[in-house]
């Protein structure tokens, strides 16, 4: 396996760096490739029913593309995406649907998003060899990387009525690619397998604890990567004994079959057991490059709301640089990490056909989408695309602002998703404002805020934000009227307009509501319990749901008035 795995690793360094190359020469002509692109999917998708819908073939360029087909959101797809599922082929696209990626379901019920042999390999080229190429730049210890901790898993969560499958849109990608995954991360494809998430982590990390040579942790969003390590600090007894006794812990729920093929891969090591214990001892500061003394990297998205794990997760990881490496949706790629230790991305301009409408204009009833060369740095935009699968002109939702650009095409801010901003009065206050009031606002209660969301309270005389937080010392806290206060102020500072509308009498003073510690793992639970991927399922920081804000409103500790 070692000389396989060297074999590997030496092909997937030559290819990134190719790959890395090919992507800095699209960059010096990003808007010119990026309609190629439009070019390619159109010729693809001629002669599906949406395509002679639409007259395709007459088609002759980009402006003629705006004119002839609409802006959809994803309403717009649904009648086509039920025959689909229903096993018709030729709709959106003219090429088979392979499966069907389920949106990530933070914000609402997950979609149907269609997946093609095409789309994935378009996806997974960029995931795998642009990330790779871009951190051997940046990172040049990374051409030796060897086996790293990946925290995902690959479970398909169903059929639709026609047979096609349905999974979180990364696990068709790490299913098309376990042949080669034990040569890539230390985890066996069994664990990637497991709906329990907290019996997944105890295995991710027993395992990875076996490889004291670990180059990399990787997780698409910072609160597995967190939730890891304060499993280890709570069950690493469990786990001590499991390394020295080659065995896997009896009280987790697995299927015999499973723990079989698992407890087959251990062997018994009491040396690393005795160094994990001799490392918990000395505490769980900068723990991670203590245990895996070669752990060049930890890779996930780490800005927005993110930051609030991450601020936490750097008492384990330290001073061990961080790279937010995609940015990605179900629906298509849409950037790559500018860097180490950033969360500003590239535009991939071969990843799918970009557009982007200047945020003042994308509530207009048909906005001008702009295309790549025509961003101005410093605006924000609305982003659209036209996938590889058969979305045309789809408004993901997502707001970015252009803080850049990398030769000519543009490196891209994520502001917000559309419906997770706070707008009572027109104060419009972003995410951003509203973490950065509450980091601030955590400061002066002395308190550590382990995860937050907000809601909208309509039923008094004035309308009026409430905000949920979940502390780690709850019982310290005897006066939430003065944390209200606090908070109150610190929106106040972080935006302006809100606190004119509270002065002008347009806005009420906000609720803060205390919830039990652990209430925001339940919601993530529920949240997959409806249907939300395990892979991608996020606290949502804005709850339109009511019934969310209901089920999070059952573990309240205490509430202001």
């Excluded at 019920?109 to 060899?129: A, E, F, W, Y």
Aim: glycine letters at 8%.
């Amino acid at each position: 396996m070692a000389m396989l795995q060297k074999v590997l690793g030496f092909s997937m360094v030559a290819a990134a760096n190719a790959y890395r190359k090919k992507f800095e020469a699209d960059l010096s002509r990003a808007a010119e490739v990026n309609k190629a692109v439009l070019k390619k999917i159109l010729a693809l998708n001629t002669d599906s029913e949406y395509g002679r819908k639409y007259h395709f073939s007459s088609i002759k360029s980009v402006l003629a593309y705006k004119e002839q087909v609409p802006l959809t959101t994803y309403q717009d797809y649904q009648p086509y995406i039920e025959r689909m599922a229903n096993g018709k082929k030729g709709i959106l696209t003219a090429l088979p649907v392979i499966y069907f990626g389920l949106s990530s379901g933070t914000t609402g019920k997950s979609k149907l998003i269609p997946v093609t042999s095409l789309s994935r390999k378009v996806v997974n080229l960029h995931m795998m060899l642009l990330t790779q190429g871009m951190l051997q730049r940046a990172l040049p210890g990374t051409q030796r990387v060897g086996r790293g901790l990946m925290l995902m898993n690959s479970v398909k969560a169903g059929m639709t009525a026609g047979g096609v499958p349905t999974g979180a849109g990364t696990s068709g990608g790490m299913n098309s690619m376990k042949l080669i995954t034990p040569y890539l991360w230390t985890s066996p494809p069994e664990i990637l397998q497991l709906n329990d998430q907290r019996t997944a982590l105890y295995l991710h990390l027993l395992f990875a604890l076996q490889e004291p040579e670990l180059s990399y942790i990787n997780a698409p969003f910072p609160a597995a990567i967190l939730q890891l390590f304060r499993l280890l600090e709570e069950e690493w007894p469990n786990l001590r004994h499991d390394l020295a006794a080659g065995s896997i812990f009896k009280d987790l729920p697995l299927e015999p079959e499973v723990r079989s093929r698992l407890a087959k891969r251990m062997r018994p090591d009491a040396g690393r057991a005795e160094q994990l214990a001799k490392e918990v001892n000395l505490g769980m500061e900068g723990i991670a490059r203590r245990l895996w003394p070669n752990l060049l990297y930890v890779c996930c998205v780490a800005g927005g709301s993110f930051s609030i794990y991450m601020d936490k997760l750097s008492r384990y990881t330290g001073q061990i640089p961080v790279y937010s490496a995609v940015y990605v949706a179900t629906e298509a790629m849409l950037g790559i990490g500018a860097g180490i230790n950033a969360v500003t991305y590239i535009v991939t301009p071969r990843t799918a056909y970009h557009e982007f409408i200047p945020v003042e204009y994308s509530e207009s009833p048909n906005p001008a989408a702009l295309d790549l060369d025509q961003l101005e740095k410093g605006h924000s935009y609305e982003v659209v695309v036209t996938n590889h699968a058969g979305f045309y002109r789809y408004r993901l939702g997502d707001v970015v602002k252009v803080v850049d650009y990398c030769n000519n095409s543009p490196v891209v801010e994520f502001l917000y998703r559309k419906g997770q901003l706070l707008n009572l009065a027109g104060e419009k206050t972003q995410e951003a404002a509203v973490l950065n009031a509450l980091k601030k606002a955590a400061k002066r209660w002395g308190s550590d805020l382990a995860d937050y969301t907000t809601a909208v309270d309509l039923n008094g005389a004035l309308g009026r934000y409430v905000f949920f937080i979940e502390v780690r010392d709850p019982e310290k806290i005897t006066d939430l009227s003065s944390w209200q206060e606090i908070l109150e102020k610190a929106l106040e500072e972080a935006n302006p307009r809100y606190q004119a509308g509270i002065e002008a009498g347009r806005i009420g003073s906000l609720q803060l509501k205390l919830v039990q510690p652990g209430a925001f793992r339940r919601l993530q639970q529920e949240l997959i319990l409806r249907g939300a991927s395990a892979n991608q399922v996020k606290t949502p920081r804005v709850l339109n749901d009511d019934s969310l804000r209901d089920f999070l409103s059952q573990f309240t500790l205490k509430a202001g008035i």
